[in-house]
């Protein structure tokens, strides 16, 4: 799937026209400035005229099929996704007391996703040889997680094991009427639109898989969901944004997990692109 071009179609077209050919990490609109794209971890303009309010409504009407109020839920979250794009949302928010959400949107990040085949390689021996345990991708936001998650899972299954993925966001397989746009190997099954914790029952008794993966454990439900895959004896390969395990010590979300013991291995990234970095780390307190 050509994740730059899915995003560069939910642009106003004198947008789309300036970004061919540009391999962006990132999309950025907003009100009152030129866009801008995420380049080796430096924005850069790519076009002179400023977004407007109609901007940010076209890319959000195209990313929801004309349908704001069906993504509102998400939306509440900030963000909402589009076959694997992820769009960040910032604007004036509503009052919880009237439904959430925003009543006007002043920018919009659009994340590109992609499909690095190779990267981390070196490492995927020490992930195969730790399945009956728990292993972990680490690194801030924006760092490459989702695209080394998914490289694992399609490695990982084409050699021979039963993935589950709980594909919450449907960042992971970009999954459409067609089928999955992203291929995560021979072998998995993919979970799309379930929040975690309910997913995770599910996907364990519907397709027993030796290997459960999913995106960002960023909440008490996801622990919770991350807890009841180990208690069936199942592994698991999930992300976390921490920039390694001494920050992730300190966060009461993430000791919890530690101290479970169902995660044994961490792999970390550093750097940004193509020069990002990736080492092992074991997660012992």
């Known amino acids: 799937m050509d994740g730059s071009r899915l995003a560069a179609d939910l642009l106003p077209p004198d947008y789309r026209q300036a970004l061919r050919e540009t391999e962006a990490e990132e999309i950025r609109l907003r009100i009152g400035r030129?866009?801008?794209?995420?380049?080796?971890?430096?924005?850069?303009?790519?076009?002179?005229?400023?977004?407007?309010q109609g901007d940010l409504l076209r890319v959000l009407e195209r990313a929801s099929g004309a349908s704001l109020h069906a993504v509102a839920e998400a939306m509440r979250e900030g963000y909402l996704s589009y076959r694997g794009v992820r769009i960040g949302v910032c604007g004036t928010a509503l009052a919880r007391a009237v439904g959430g959400g925003f009543g006007a949107f002043s920018s919009?990040?659009?994340?590109?996703?992609?499909?690095?085949?190779?990267?981390?390689?070196?490492?995927?021996?020490?992930?195969?040889?730790?399945?009956?345990?728990?292993?972990?991708?680490?690194?801030a936001p924006g760092g490459g997680k989702t695209s080394l998650l998914r490289e694992y899972i399609r490695c990982l299954s084409e050699g021979g094991l039963r993935v589950g993925v709980l594909d919450e966001r449907n960042e992971l397989s970009?999954?459409?009427?067609?089928?999955?746009?992203?291929?995560?190997?021979?072998?998995?099954?993919?979970?799309?639109?379930?929040?975690?914790?309910?997913?995770?029952?599910?996907?364990?008794?519907?397709?027993?898989?030796?290997?459960?993966?999913?995106?960002?454990?960023?909440?008490?439900?996801?622990?919770?969901?991350?807890?009841?895959?180990?208690?069936?004896?199942?592994?698991?390969?999930?992300?976390a944004h921490t920039s390694g395990f001494a920050q992730m010590r300190s966060r009461p979300l993430y000791r919890r997990l530690l101290e479970s013991g169902v995660f044994t291995r961490a792999v970390c990234i550093s750097g940004t692109g193509r020069a990002r970095q990736y080492r092992l780390e074991e997660l012992r307190l």
């Open 34 to 52: 030129a866009p801008t794209v995420l380049l080796d971890g430096r924005e850069r303009r790519f076009h002179e005229r400023v977004c407007t």
């Open 108 to 139: 919009l990040c659009l994340r590109v996703p992609r499909e690095w085949r190779g990267i981390g390689r070196a490492l995927l021996p020490a992930l195969r040889e730790n399945v009956s345990g728990g292993s972990l991708i680490l690194s």
């Open 174 to 239: 970009a999954t459409d009427e067609n089928g999955a746009g992203f291929d995560l190997g021979a072998h998995t099954d993919t979970l799309v639109g379930m929040p975690k914790a309910e997913g995770a029952m599910l996907l364990l008794r519907s397709m027993n898989p030796q290997l459960v993966a999913m995106d960002e454990i960023t909440s008490a439900e996801d622990a919770e969901a991350v807890l009841q895959i180990a208690g069936c004896g199942v592994g698991i390969l999930a992300t």
